[in-house]
């Protein structure tokens, strides 16, 4: 037979047997070879190497990039120095300053109900206008007077815990 020839054996090897054409061995290595290119182009993008011109941009932008983050870097390093700087300032600031005296409590027009808007005790008026107004009683509307008087200069007042003073033109000064 055939298959004793050499020439047979060669032309079978290279796909000269009898068969379809589409399952011979050269089509099937043609087909893997376009594949290939297919593949190999599909990869790299069909991309060329940038030109001279593109390269001078890539490298401009590349420069500019690197000068940005380098002053957002130098920012962001002043903006934490700065924070620092502020809040060290404001807790030397609450260490150095003295506690404050103790306030001296004043009082202005209005009506107030003494042991709970300001304390009992003696208190030294002034008038702060031509004239003034005060008046002790034990209800907030000031219909059961204890003791009132229209005043034009310093004076003082007595106040106890219950009371309602209330007050107009004149400015007091808790005394010690």
């Given amino acids: 037979m055939d298959d004793d020839n050499p020439a047979y054996r060669l032309g079978a090897w290279w796909g000269r047997q009898k068969g379809k054409w589409y399952t011979s061995r050269w089509f099937i290595g043609l087909v893997c070879f376009f594949v290939g290119a297919i593949f190999v182009t599909a990869n790299s993008g069909g991309a060329t190497a940038p030109d001279a011109a593109q390269t001078s941009q890539i490298e401009s932008l590349n420069t500019q990039v690197e000068t940005l983050q380098s002053q957002l870097d130098q920012a962001q390093s002043e903006l934490n120095q700065a924070s620092l700087d502020a809040a060290t300032s404001q807790d030397q600031q609450t260490e150095v300053a003295p506690a404050p005296a ?19 005790g003696r ?14 009683s ?17 004076f003082y007042v007595q106040v106890k815990k219950g009371q309602y003073l209330e007050i107009t033109g004149v400015e007091l000064v808790k005394t010690k």
């Fill in 123 to 136: 208190y030294k008026g002034t008038v702060v206008g031509d004239n003034g107004y005060w008046q002790i």
């Fill in 138 to 154: 034990t209800d907030a509307n000031g219909s059961n007077i204890l003791s009132n008087n229209n005043v034009s200069g310093p």
């Fill in 102 to 120: 103790k306030k001296e409590e004043h009082v202005t027009d209005g009506t107030y109900l003494v042991g709970t808007d300001i304390t009992a």
